[in-house]
């Protein structure tokens, strides 16, 4: 959402109405696009509900942040159910678009299946249910529906990142070099504008892995990890790389161009402790790197919610 949110975030992420979304958690936001996501709830869902689509947007995102930041997936599944027992007016699509990531991120996707699939069915062209509705399909062992529907996302919104980042990882799952090799062919060309996100290069870095492009899938996850804050891992892992005797010229040149550019700020992170966090103006990635807690899960990586198949 670093991008996609852009009017939210000059707005302070105020929708007019007193609710009020912290702009600190918004590194840890999974990218979905406005334009493409609740801005196709069709025209009469929009007049039934009185809002408008920056509001549903709005709200479909709050619901986003609330169950991202949740230290308990267990307690903020509570806080649907209770409220949506308690409150009809609280039961709305955003909020049962929250419960059910919610219930995604407390390993319960057979109920996120149901609740997301009523969703659908009403709204057939909003991209952040599909979304979701795939990722809890994936995690609940059904690959190929999961695969379908992304590759059908996919096709309609060619060079979305949320998208293909999903897309890729269903592809991913299956473990299989060929799949393996369409996702790495997926990811590459959001490289050139995405290289700051630690979600991608990790995916990315898997894609190249089981490729059998084991150098490629080094330097993605020493990138990886550089972003999420660990840099002197990043400089080890990269070390480890160069040491190997069978890479050529080109690899090589791009991991001691690497070691060169990160070596100096591990040295001033070591003077300064390891919690220190790096200088923005020394290196165009800071600003990128990401908590060590990575609160963000789901229709990117799934990084922090490991697969139930």
């Known amino acids: 959402l670093k991008e996609e949110m852009a009017a939210g975030r000059d707005a302070s992420l105020d929708d007019g109405n007193g609710h009020y979304t912290p702009v600190t958690l918004m590194p840890h936001l999974t990218p979905l696009p406005q334009t493409q996501a609740v801005a196709n709830v069709s025209s009469g869902d929009l007049a039934r509900s009185g809002k408008t689509r920056s509001e549903e947007y709005f709200q479909f995102m709050r619901e986003r942040v609330?169950?991202?930041a949740a230290s308990s997936p267990t307690a903020v599944m509570g806080y649907y159910a209770k409220n949506q027992r308690e409150n009809p007016a609280f039961d709305t699509t955003a909020t049962r678009y929250g419960y059910a990531l919610a219930q995604v991120r407390a390993r319960q996707p057979e109920k996120a299946i149901a609740g997301l699939e009523k969703l659908v069915a009403r709204q057939?062209?909003?991209?952040a249910l599909q979304l979701a509705l795939a990722d809890a399909q994936d995690?609940?062992?059904?690959s190929d529906a999961a695969q379908k529907r992304c590759d059908r996302l996919h096709g309609d919104h060619p060079g979305n990142r949320a998208i293909t980042l999903a897309y890729a990882d269903s592809l991913l799952a299956r473990a299989d070099k060929a799949?393996?090799?369409?996702?790495?062919n997926l990811l590459r060309p959001l490289l050139d504008d995405y290289s700051d996100d630690p979600d991608l290069q990790t995916s990315f870095a898997r894609s190249c892995e089981l490729s059998g492009d084991k150098v490629r899938a080094g330097e993605a996850y020493a990138d990886a990890a550089y972003l999420n804050g660990h840099a002197e891992d990043a400089l080890n892992q990269l070390?480890?790389?160069a040491k190997q005797s069978d890479l050529d010229y080109y690899q090589r040149a791009r991991i001691d161009a690497r070691i060169t550019s990160l070596t100096p700020l591990v040295l001033e992170l070591r003077r300064h402790g390891n919690h220190?966090?790096?200088d923005p103006n020394t290196d165009s990635l800071h600003s990128a790197a990401?908590?060590?807690?990575?609160?963000?899960?789901?229709?990117s990586s799934g990084s922090n919610n490991p697969r139930l198949q």
């Open 66 to 68: 609330r169950v991202l």
């Open 124 to 127: 057939p062209d909003n991209v």
């Open 139 to 142: 995690q609940a062992g059904q």
């Open 179 to 184: 799949r393996a090799q369409r996702a790495q």
């Open 239 to 241: 070390k480890a790389l």
């Open 276 to 278: 220190s966090a790096p």
């Open 290 to 299: 990401a908590c060590d807690t990575r609160l963000c899960f789901g229709v």
